[in-house]
């Protein structure tokens, strides 16, 4: 039995987190939990975004499912999720984004997983007030961080019959920092022959995804690009409720939705956590229980053909106890 931390987050996030810990009880997942609530529930009370008490935690179980957690946009507190990444150094982050054929989008053979380099780039958060009406932003790219993303996507590629590895980058303009990422790239790939590799300017590759993405199979690129297109990759398969995505480190892994805390819809009961459970999914295929995960994924799956039981974000009316409760009647059938 494998001991794990669950953050509750905020917003919707405690209603999802409870709903994927009914399903994970289903599946007879073989976990136990640390559960901690954290972000703006904790925050009001004592000024704190995270316990000690949580990291502590988090760093005895190695492995944590954290649900959407709110962040200040201009003023306030900084991304939980970038303090995350930052201190447990976190610096892959993988987004998975498959058609499902139950799913009616414009594009039924997509299968790209993004690969975002996770620490650095403009995420650093480090601007400088230069004048009244001046802000420097401070984008850093090092050979150390390049290259250990890099690898770790043509890694992923040899290890799950991936073909092709392509790198998304701005090198014709920033000929440094992105130019230093790019060679890093053009280097590495010499190390792996047998998989195709290749490169795509940003911008570029953003108008290849909506008019061709079927061509493409695994991105590696830096920490901006990859927030942005692995959100342009969650709109093929059907948004960002249907996307899920791991965060690895050397030591720590960090498993969670791409998607938002919405608290324009928290408490109304109609959230969807599938996300969130397919992150969970992730998180068992990390842990070694890939057939639990699959037990999960091909109920879901089910589910998810029955058009009465998919939440309003999904063009359903189905409420988040609804759409849980019937994932959970395929499952107790097994």
């Not at 640390?34 to 529930?41: A, D, L, R, S, T």
């Not at 490169?199 to 920490?223: A, E, K, S």
């Not at 939440?311 to 009647?329: F, M, S, V």
Request: proline share 5%; hydrophobic share 40%; aromatic share 8%.
């Amino acid at each position: 039995m494998k001991t794990i931390t669950v953050f509750k987050g905020d917003g919707i996030g405690p209603e999802i987190t409870d709903a994927v810990l009914q399903i994970l009880e289903a599946a007879k997942a073989p976990l136990e939990y640390e559960i901690f609530q954290v972000g703006i529930p904790l925050y009001e009370q004592c000024q704190q975004l995270i316990s000690e008490e949580a990291f502590a935690s988090f760093e005895k179980n190695k492995v944590l499912l954290k649900s959407p957690i709110t962040t200040p946009i201009g003023s306030g507190f900084r991304s939980i999720n970038v303090l995350l990444r930052k201190k447990y150094d976190l610096y892959a982050n993988v987004r998975p984004a498959k058609s499902n054929p139950a799913i009616h989008t414009p594009f039924q053979n997509v299968d790209i997983v993004t690969f975002r380099e996770n620490t650095e780039d403009l995420y650093v958060g480090v601007e400088e007030q230069i004048d009244a009406d001046t802000v420097h932003a401070t984008k850093i790219i090092t050979r150390k961080a390049s290259e250990r993303i890099i690898h770790a996507a043509f890694q992923y590629a040899m290890q799950n019959q991936r073909k092709r590895v392509t790198c998304v980058h701005k090198a014709n303009i920033l000929k440094m920092s992105d130019g230093l990422f790019f060679s890093c790239f053009k280097e590495i790939a010499k190390q792996y022959p047998t998989i195709q590799s290749d490169d795509r300017i940003v911008d570029n590759m953003c108008m290849q995804l909506v008019q061709h993405p079927q061509d493409y199979d695994v991105l590696v690129m830096p920490n901006l690009y990859g927030d942005i297109l692995s959100d342009l990759t969650s709109g093929l398969i059907g948004g960002l409720g249907l996307m899920p995505s791991a965060n690895i480190g050397d030591n720590y892994a960090m498993f969670e939705a791409v998607h938002g805390s919405a608290p324009d819809i928290a408490n109304k009961g109609i959230a969807n956590p599938t996300a969130l459970l397919w992150s969970a999914c992730m998180m068992l295929d990390h842990l070694q229980e890939q057939a639990c995960a699959d037990r999960i994924r091909k109920a879901v799956n089910q589910v998810l053909y029955d058009p009465e039981m998919l939440t309003p974000d999904l063009g359903g009316k189905a409420t988040t106890k609804q759409y849980t409760e019937a994932i959970i009647h395929l499952l107790s059938k097994e």
